[in-house]
């Protein structure tokens, strides 16, 4: 939900940024008329954060700095922090939260096995940092010994099982997930990975900077390897990322990986045998205890033949060097100080370009929430979640879901046949908000204050069984895939269902002392965004059951997709950073779900007015109010680091442009706001992009 310079954000935009006079901004915005003010209730303020903007630059220009300018130019990103915004903000407020509820609970004792034993101890065993530099490498010595007694690839393959719990050194990765075609039952899957690096782009790009990157990389392996005490650092670097630059050529890429057709292939276990020959698959299965599974999902079906050759091909030698990397980069970070330094220094401060590393309490408390969140979550909620949010949301969801319903009726390119079914499945939209009804059983988990790896690794083992248990089990439709302190929200295509956990209903999202103007912008947009995530390139393929299947005429596919193209291509003309543009293709799921969320809360904002018009508060209207709301959702700073990784990596486009790409497709925003050509968030009204 997701320089670009460090100083502010200040780019040349395909839009284009022209200064004005305050008077020109005052103006703007105040186009509407004394008479159309009506008079506000004194308990509800505007929700607008006034010192937030830039009143030199014309809300016409430049629609994102003028509401976050000023916070753009005052804002220095925290030195532990790759970017900040108002996401980021609310994440760090809820970190704090929480690691106030751990940090009472390990202050006191608790009976063996309780909830607050294992939460306060897990904290502490993160803690003790003079224990970390005491065991070295010891807590690791008995799977860098599992791998010293591989003698050939059948023992290879066990051993890829048997980690499949921890997902280490792994270049294929199984799951228990919904049967996307059969969303009442679970399946196995199974996806590509066995990379070091956020992407297949970062080993196959040619430009300097990536290999440079990739140079920083091969080091960083070396620098483990030489302080794990093992030899010949330098050739074993070079071998590993040899390897796994096969590996990444194999992969498909975040494009691929986005088309759910594409994605899917049902395959029985002899079926597979015979996609990758050469991997002994049922040996592979059945060390990861899915020996019973007959049919599975095969995400990349020409990634498992390349995969299936190239480790028959690959020297056992050099896969007991994967491995044993492999094995001290996931675990870096909770041994002694050199490793986290080394770990540190590459992934944080090269890739991300941190300053700074986090607090040893704060890496504690996100190791806690990681592997017992919904533990946590109970506290959370029980603390700090307020039960009239959960109602004001209700009534907006609703009030969502009826602008959806009318939308869809005044569709001018969709046929009947097509908004019949379209009706069906938003009718089946299930909601979920605050927190689970149901709370995840973390009674497999056995927490020793003293044992921070085996603590990893037994949380590991009994979330894997509880996954893998799901086999044959009706499906969970009370799951949450989200803890309530997470900010951030969710669409589950399978579900067919919209998830906002609790943290996220806070200012500037949502704002129970706000009139419902700038609500409707900002909250009432990232429901409607959920809301379309359901319609949007990829959820459109699915129907009301969560069931992947194709229910649009061939006409209004095509229709569809021609309009969507109009959204790739506007998305990919932004540059962001140097000579790297967004991926319009990429992004596209979510700037449609961008467009129609914002579009559909639009509609349910004035629909709630009841034909009255909008209160003038801080002399903006409704109308403006609602579109501002929008703007400072998203207000946002990078490193040129992450900046790079969040356009290479990230679907969600960065915030500006989910500021600037969105409203410039907006006729209501241009009646707000009096867009005209000529200024620099005016697009032709024959490539502004409807869809929903």
């Not at 780019?11 to 105040?30: E, F, M, P, R, Y």
């Not at 066990?158 to 997902?167: F, K, M, V």
């Not at 990379?195 to 970062?202: A, E, T, V």
């Not at 603590?455 to 894997?464: G, H, K, Q, W």
Request: charged share 25%; proline share 3%.
């Amino acid at each position: 939900m997701k320089k670009m310079t460090t100083v502010a954000l200040s780019i040349a935009l395909a839009l284009g940024l022209v200064a004005c006079s305050d008077n020109t901004a005052a103006k703007a915005d105040s186009s509407a008329t004394a008479a159309a003010a009506i008079a506000q209730p004194a308990a509800l303020s505007s929700g607008i954060a006034l010192a937030n903007m830039d009143r030199s630059v014309a809300p016409q220009q430049d629609f994102f700095r003028y509401v976050n300018g000023n916070w753009l130019d005052s804002t220095e990103i925290p030195a532990d922090k790759a970017r900040w915004g108002s996401f980021d903000e609310l994440r760090e407020n809820a970190e704090k939260q929480v690691l106030a509820i751990v940090q009472k609970l390990a202050a006191q004792q608790h009976a063996t096995g309780s909830d607050e034993q294992k939460i306060a101890d897990l904290y502490q065993s993160f803690l003790n940092e003079q224990q970390a530099e005491e065991l070295g490498l010891s807590p690791l010595r008995g799977e860098l010994a599992a791998i010293d007694n591989i003698n050939n690839h059948t023992e290879l393959t066990t051993l890829w099982g048997n980690w499949q719990r921890y997902r280490v050194g792994t270049p294929v990765a199984v799951y228990v997930g919904q049967d996307q075609k059969q969303s009442d039952q679970y399946i196995t899957g199974a996806s590509q990975s066995g990379l070091g690096l956020p992407d297949r782009d970062y080993y196959l790009k040619d430009d300097e900077r990536s290999v440079e990157l990739l140079g920083k990389y091969q080091a960083f392996i070396a620098k483990l390897w030489t302080l794990a005490g093992f030899e010949n650092a330098e050739q074993v670097a070079a071998d590993i990322v040899a390897l796994e630059k096969q590996i990444a050529a194999a992969h498909w890429s975040r494009v691929q990986n986005r088309d759910r057709n594409a994605t899917y292939n049902k395959v029985t276990v002899t079926e597979l045998a015979a996609l990758a020959p050469g991997f002994d698959w049922q040996a592979f299965l059945a060390a990861a205890d899915l020996g019973n599974s007959n049919e599975l999902v095969i995400r990349q079906p020409s990634y498992f033949t390349a995969f299936a050759k190239l480790q028959a091909e690959t020297p056992v030698t050099q896969w007991q060097q994967y491995l044993k990397f492999h094995l001290l980069r996931s675990n870096a970070n909770n041994l002694n100080k050199a490793f986290v330094d080394a770990s540190f220094d590459f992934y944080g401060k090269t890739l991300n370009g941190l300053e700074e590393q986090r607090s040893r309490e704060k890496r504690a408390v996100s190791l806690v929430d990681n592997n017992l969140g919904f533990m946590v979550g109970k506290k959370y909620v029980e603390q700090y979640f307020k039960p009239e949010a959960k109602a004001r949301m209700d009534q907006m969801i609703e009030n969502l879901r009826g602008a959806f319903r009318q939308s869809i009726d005044e569709l001018e390119w969709m046929s009947p046949v097509t908004k019949k079914q379209a009706q069906i499945k938003l009718a089946k939209f299930n909601t979920k908000i605050g927190y689970p009804d149901k709370w995840r059983d973390y009674s497999c988990v056995e927490i020793n204050a003293s044992d921070l790896i085996g603590n990893l690794r037994r949380s590991a083992e009994c979330d894997y069984q509880r996954t893998i248990g799901r086999l044959g089990q009706p499906v969970d439709r009370s799951e949450w895939g989200m803890t309530p302190q997470t900010v951030n929200a969710y669409y589950s295509s399978t579900m067919n269902e919209i998830v906002f956990p609790a943290a996220i209903l806070q200012p500037p999202f949502f704002n129970v002392d706000a009139d419902d103007a700038v609500n409707y912008g900002a909250i009432g947009g990232v429901i409607g965004h959920e809301f379309t995530h359901g319609f949007d390139d990829q959820g459109r393929r699915s129907d009301g059951d969560g069931n992947l299947r194709d229910w649009w005429t061939e006409q209004d596919a095509a229709q569809f997709q021609q309009r969507a193209q109009l959204m790739v291509d506007q998305y990919s003309s932004f540059n962001p950073i140097d000579d790297l543009r967004l991926q319009g293709a990429l992004g596209l799921g979510e700037n449609i779900a961008d467009l129609g969320g914002l579009t559909v809360s639009y509609k349910a904002y004035q629909t709630s007015l009841n034909g009255a018009d909008g209160a003038v508060i801080d002399g903006f209207t409704a109308e403006q109010r609602f579109f501002k709301g929008w703007a400072q959702v998203w207000r946002i700073k990078f490193r040129d680091e992450a900046l790079r990784q969040q356009v290479i990596t990230g679907p969600h486009s960065p915030g500006m442009y989910r500021v600037l790409g969105t409203l410039s497709n907006m006729p209501q925003f241009y009646q707000a706001y009096d867009v005209k050509p000529g200024d620099g968030m005016y697009r032709d009204e024959k490539v502004r992009v409807k869809i929903w």
